[in-house]
């Protein structure tokens, strides 16, 4: 991979929530999906190979990795350095190859894969809007400074934000056809709370490397946040909803 920088961003997005995990390596590219060990979010990642200068998988694969040991290794990454990965299966080692001026290699010792797949969740959503990033983490940022939960809300027109608490409370509303909201669909109005630790962790990682998010919900179902990576990858966070939300 050219950029060693998205490939560190990846693997930050993930590592926000979830300390290992399998990823499962075939002809096609790398996927991931795996579960916090509190289950209340869910991590679905895709790279197809197009993600990749040079991809090479000659049989299936599954790689059990420590993220936060991973990146370890990553954290001096530079802006001109490419990055190779390459697994001794034999050994159970990734190695990482930095290459920029000079080359850097790390050898990362693998972990069991756990027998257990994570399976597709199958939801049918009531409200989607793809909103900017940007417009999202501020919202997030904003109703942070009231609460620990935010509600989102639907109507034909427009995505509302609200967050309250004892010290006031904070709305913020984005209009559908405006710069921020930039498509909305609604089967029905739609209410939903979620905890904005998680959604804060969320959206800071993938901030990095999306600047459009798809958000899906319906009351009382997980809130599902899709961001458009390079090269038609992937990654989507699950996040269980608020049912005892006081809104």
Not at 113 to 140: H, Q, W, Y
Not at 147 to 155: A, K
Not at 221 to 239: A, H, I
Request: glycine share 4%.
């Amino acid at each position: 991979m050219a950029d060693a920088r998205l490939w560190k961003n990846l693997i930050g997005a993930v590592s926000t929530l979830i300390n290992e995990g399998t990823l499962k390596a075939d002809s096609d590219g790398i996927k991931l999906r795996e579960m916090d060990p509190s289950h209340v979010v869910m991590v679905d990642l895709e790279c197809p190979k197009s993600l990749f200068d040079e991809y090479v998988c000659e049989e299936p694969t599954k790689l059990c990795i420590n993220f936060i040991e991973m990146l370890k290794f990553l954290r001096h990454v530079r802006s001109d350095e490419v990055i190779d990965l390459n697994f001794d299966q034999s050994n159970a080692r990734l190695n990482i190859v930095l290459k920029s001026k000079y080359t850097r290699t790390f050898s990362m010792v693998t972990l069991e894969p756990s027998g257990e797949d994570v399976p597709t969740p199958k939801i049918a959503f009531d409200s989607m809007a793809r909103i900017t990033t940007e417009c999202l983490r501020n919202s997030i940022d904003d109703a942070s400074t009231v609460s620990d939960q935010i509600l989102f809300e639907t109507s034909k027109d427009k995505l509302s934000l609200k967050a309250s608490g004892d010290r006031g409370s904070v709305s913020i509303d984005v209009e559908n056809g405006s710069d921020e909201l930039l498509a909305l669909e609604v089967e029905k109005p739609s209410t939903a709370a979620f905890s904005l630790s998680y959604l804060s962790e969320m959206v800071k990682a993938a901030s990095n490397m999306s600047d459009i998010v798809t958000v899906e919900f319906s009351r009382d179902k997980p809130l599902r946040l899709s961001f458009e990576l390079p090269n038609q990858g992937k990654l989507q966070y699950y996040l269980a909803p608020r049912i005892e939300s006081s809104y």
